[in-house]
């Protein structure tokens, strides 16, 4: 139970402070090019670092694979509903100003915020797919056979 206790203190620290960081690069992620991908890309590094300190286990206790199964479907929706909503409303697909047709400029913002926000989404749930496919794989050789 008390096996690499600093690194279990450090990391339950640490795993926080990453998450955080990747909400702060995800909701200011709009001002520089792919805010949504990198947002999503240290989210799920958090997530890993956990996984790879705790177990694979307890990481899936918190961040369950069938919950990220759901958000790569769920990130994608947010994506194309924001071009369904532009379509409907008389627009171009993708058109953020149809999200405030009297004020583009507010329009450009929230339609760019939603947009990223549902590829980060998309892109924590892709990342922990294929680290939970590929952690749970049963190994062909022993450690000892290295």
């Known amino acids: 139970m008390y096996h690499h206790l600093i690194l ?3 990391t339950r620290a640490l795993v926080g402070i ?6 702060y690069v995800q909701f200011h992620g ?6 949504g ?25 918190v961040f369950p694979f069938w919950l990220a199964q759901k958000l790569m479907a769920i990130g994608v929706l947010i ?19 149809a999200l405030a047709p009297h004020h583009h400029k507010h329009g450009q913002h929230y339609g760019i915020l939603i947009v ?23 190994p062909h050789m022993d450690d000892g056979e290295w």
């Open 79 to 97: 994506y194309a509903l924001v071009g369904v909503y532009s379509l409907i409303r008389g627009y171009e697909y993708l058109d953020y100003n």
């Open 37 to 61: 991908f990198r947002a999503g890309v240290i989210v799920a590094a958090g997530f890993i670092l956990y996984a790879i300190v705790m177990g694979l286990g307890q990481a899936q206790k």
């Open 116 to 138: 990223e926000f549902g590829v980060g989404v998309t892109v924590v749930a892709v990342i922990m797919c294929v680290f939970y496919c590929f952690a749970s794989r049963t």
């Open 8 to 10: 279990r203190v450090v």
């Open 18 to 23: 990453i998450i955080l960081f990747g909400l």
């Open 30 to 35: 709009d001002y520089s090019p792919g805010g």
